[in-house]
């Protein structure tokens, strides 16, 4: 949503500001860096504006919208009487562009180049039961940020999980981390499912992200992972007995014993 309310003014904008650095400023209005925004800007143009694992600039766009996200810049801010056509118009302002040029340092201090693949700084990785880390899988999909529907995103600081789990620090003001340059996404979608109810029965088709064993030795520790990684696609789903039947691997009787000692 984000992007197809304000890319197309922050482009105007970054492309009139050329090669002229813009300043950015700390909170008390001390000037801390004068950043050359062109390369950015340039990665941003170029975006196929999604999230795809592949896409280029959406990175950049990631880092200005955590900015974007603490100090709006709308000319026509939310109306609760116009909730479908508000907010809109970025402010074609100073503040917009410290923003994006705050997002250029955010990359630098992670050294990840503005027309970086996504994946390239957004990935899923497991921490072995030693404590090593497993295989980098490069991955797709938006953050809330963005106003995005399939969300991933780092949670820092908060740990559901007894598995073993490497934990990285953030840079100030958002969530990429220059220690693992990107993001660590161990939140977001996991059980994705589309059923199509047709006049010859429903057919489905699903998959979960974070696969399905714990073990991570196991067949099934990381197959759907790699699966989403590689091409982000549901796996068709058996509904018919027969179809069920054809992919069973394993069967577990269960006796319910109702006596009362």
């Known amino acids: 949503y ?11 904008q970054c492309q009139n500001q050329g ?18 925004v062109a390369d950015a800007c340039a990665a941003l143009s170029q975006w196929d504006r999604r999230f795809h694992r592949d896409s280029r ?38 503040t917009t562009l410290q923003q994006l040029a705050q997002a250029v340092l955010n990359l630098q201090a992670a050294n990840i180049a503005p027309d970086a693949e996504l994946g390239a700084g957004q990935f899923v990785q497991r921490t072995q039961a030693d404590g090593t880390l497993g295989e980098r899988f490069p991955w797709a999909g938006t953050h809330n940020i963005e106003g995005g529907f399939n969300v991933f995103r780092p949670v820092y600081g908060s740990d559901g999980s007894l598995l073993p789990r490497r934990v990285y620090t953030p ?20 059980w994705m499912m ?4 047709t006049r010859h029965g429903p057919r ?25 990684s590689e091409q982000p696609r549901l796996h068709p789903l058996p509904f018919r007995e027969r179809e069920v ?12 014993d109702t006596r009362v000692e």
Not at 58 to 82: H, K, Y
Not at 171 to 190: M, R
Not at 194 to 197: C, T
Not at 245 to 255: E, P
């Open 245 to 256: 039947a054809a992919r069973t691997q394993s069967k577990v009787k269960l006796r319910l």
């Open 204 to 228: 489905a088709k699903g998959l979960m992200t974070y696969s399905q064993s714990t073990d991570y030795t196991a067949e099934h520790a990381l197959d759907q992972t790699r699966l989403y």
């Open 19 to 36: 090669e002229t650095p813009v300043p950015v400023m700390d909170a008390a209005g001390v000037v801390i860096a004068e950043v050359n």
């Open 57 to 94: 600039g959406a990175l950049v766009f990631r880092e200005f919208a955590m900015q974007f996200g603490r100090n709006p810049q709308w000319t026509v801010p939310f109306d609760a009487t116009q909730p479908l056509d508000t907010p809109h118009t970025l402010q074609a302002n100073a």
């Open 2 to 12: 984000l992007v197809e309310a304000v890319l197309d003014d922050l482009l105007i």
């Open 171 to 190: 840079l100030p003001g958002t969530e990429l981390s220059a220690e693992a340059a990107g993001y660590a996404i161990d939140y977001g979608s996991s």
């Open 194 to 197: 589309i059923v199509d109810f």
